[in-house]
């Protein structure tokens, strides 16, 4: 089945810079890969996502990218501030087609004002 | 639109007791999930299911462990003689009928399970 394998673990900016998180996947034909925010004690919160047939997807300061032929894709945040702090989770969609998500293990990003 | 609601948010349990988790998609969706979230770490996808069936299991534990989507009323997972092992966030999520690959997930706020 997928696996996905997600790094850094943590991360740690100043506020105003930009964080990349990167995600790689095992399973060619996963075809979906969102990103979810997930402040202490809350629910994951899609922030961001990107279907296979997309290179790359922004949304004001957030943006991702995706390389299907390297199976990796990655989070952008620019200017960053300090409500970004919380702890981020790419996901892929195996090619199932039922819409199970398989999850990375989590970047904690801390944003220092 | 209420979203997902799960309860209780929090739960107890002692070693040996049965513990039950409910889970309310958002009105409209017929598509249930449930994940767990051990302390530090990511989600892992356990059951999917819909209205009376469910649809894969490939993440349940083998034993204590079950899901039933019933025709009226929420989702439930049961965790039956729960072990120290089993604390841990519980998370729903709902996608509307008809989702394929691509569809939004939403997730309720979970079910946080401590036993003691």
């Known amino acids: 089945g997928e696996n996905v394998e997600q790094h850094p673990s943590t991360l740690s900016v100043q506020e105003g810079d930009s964080a990349v998180i990167k995600c790689t996947y095992s399973?060619?034909?996963?075809?979906?890969f969102p990103w979810y925010k997930q402040e202490l004690g809350k629910r994951p919160q899609l922030i961001i996502d990107i279907r296979s047939n997309v290179g790359e997807k922004k949304d004001q300061r957030i943006a991702v990218t995706l390389n299907k032929t390297a199976k990796h894709f990655s989070l952008h945040i620019t200017e960053t501030q300090p409500e970004d702090s919380a702890v981020y989770f790419c996901a892929a969609s195996e090619a199932s087609n039922t819409g199970k998500l398989i999850f990375g293990q989590g970047t904690t990003l801390q944003v220092k004002p | 639109n209420a979203g997902v609601m799960q309860n209780p948010r929090h739960l107890v349990r002692r070693r040996g007791q049965e513990a039950r988790l409910r889970c309310s998609p958002m009105?409209?969706?017929?598509?249930v999930y449930w994940y767990r979230q051990l302390p530090e770490e990511g989600l892992k996808f356990m059951v999917y299911l819909q209205k009376e069936n469910i649809i894969d299991e490939s993440g349940m534990p083998k034993e204590r462990f079950s899901a039933e989507f019933p025709k009226e009323g929420p989702s439930i997972l049961r965790i039956q003689q729960v072990v120290r092992g089993d604390s841990a966030a519980y998370f729903c999520?709902?996608?509307?009928?008809?989702?394929?690959?691509?569809?939004?997930?939403?997730f309720g706020q979970g079910t946080r399970l401590t036993v003691v």
């Open positions: 999520a709902s996608s509307p009928p008809g989702s394929r690959v691509g569809t939004e997930a939403f």
């Open positions: 009105k409209g969706h017929s598509h």
């Open positions: 399973d060619s034909a996963s075809n979906y």
